[in-house]
């Protein structure tokens, strides 16, 4: 049974950083794309960024590039996402989700299999 489990989320000021985790278990970790998505709001639920564990080939949205950082650990089985300089239109629950397969053009819901619960970032002005 696939889990993933995020955390890491909370409050934080513009201009902040944060990291936040998402430690899968019930799969094979070294061949999943895992991404993070998010959703504020009254929105949609957007990709943000995602990687693929067999190459460590990385992918953002526009809008989070040179921002925010994606990375794995295989001993962890966990990916985490390191967000800085952070806005306040970054304010959004965010969600970890896995498909097995690669990562390239796969931005959308429906591309992935497994999903957590989601972690909550609030970035004050």
């Known amino acids: 049974q696939v889990q993933l489990v995020e955390s890491g989320g909370g409050s934080v000021q513009a201009g902040g950083s944060l990291r936040l985790s998402c430690a899968a278990s019930?799969?094979?970790?070294?061949?999943?794309?895992l991404a993070w998505f998010r959703q504020a709001p009254g929105k949609y639920r957007e990709a943000v960024a995602r990687?693929?564990?067999?190459?460590?080939?990385?992918y953002y949205a526009d809008n989070v590039k040179g921002r925010f950082t994606i990375s794995q650990d295989n001993a962890k089985n966990t990916v985490y996402l390191q967000m800085n300089s952070l806005k306040p239109e970054d304010t959004a629950m965010y969600y970890c989700?896995?498909?097995?397969?690669?990562?390239?053009?796969?931005?959308?819901?429906?591309?992935?299999?497994?999903w957590g619960q989601g972690t909550q970032l609030t970035v004050s002005s």
């Open positions: 989700a896995a498909r097995d397969g690669g990562c390239r053009l796969r931005n959308s819901l429906n591309d992935y299999n497994y």
């Open positions: 019930g799969l094979t970790f070294t061949s999943v794309c």
């Open positions: 990687i693929y564990t067999g190459t460590g080939s990385t």
